[in-house]
């Protein structure tokens, strides 16, 4: 395809022209520009909204996540001494048997 050369006064022809027919459809049918600008604020608006949600979401996430790591590690530690305690346990009473023996 042979690429078209458009001069500079062609294309400010053309932009002129579609600003005019722009500007005049919109005179001639006022309900459908005020249709079109109220659908274009809504889109926008929906769009704000869901942006919105999404950030409100990812942060809820890492909130959560964070918690989640802490309950781990308290638990991971609860285990631990649990543990701890659990081996002891048979430690003493063999202790005291030997005590009582002697």
Excluded: W
């Excluded at 781990?72 to 659990?86: H, P, Q, T």
């Amino acid at each position: 395809m042979a690429r078209k050369n458009i001069t500079v006064a062609r294309a400010v022809a053309e932009s002129v022209t579609e600003a005019v027919t722009t500007t005049i459809d919109a005179l001639a049918h006022p309900a459908t520009t005020m249709a079109q600008a109220r659908d274009a604020i809504l889109r926008a608006t929906r769009k704000a909204a869901t942006s919105a949600t999404r950030q409100a979401t990812t942060a809820k996430r890492k909130v959560a996540a964070k918690k989640r790591v802490v309950k781990r590690a308290a638990k991971k530690a609860r285990r631990k001494v649990a543990a701890k305690k659990g081996a002891a346990k048979p430690a003493i009473k063999k202790a005291a048997k030997k005590v009582r023996r002697r």
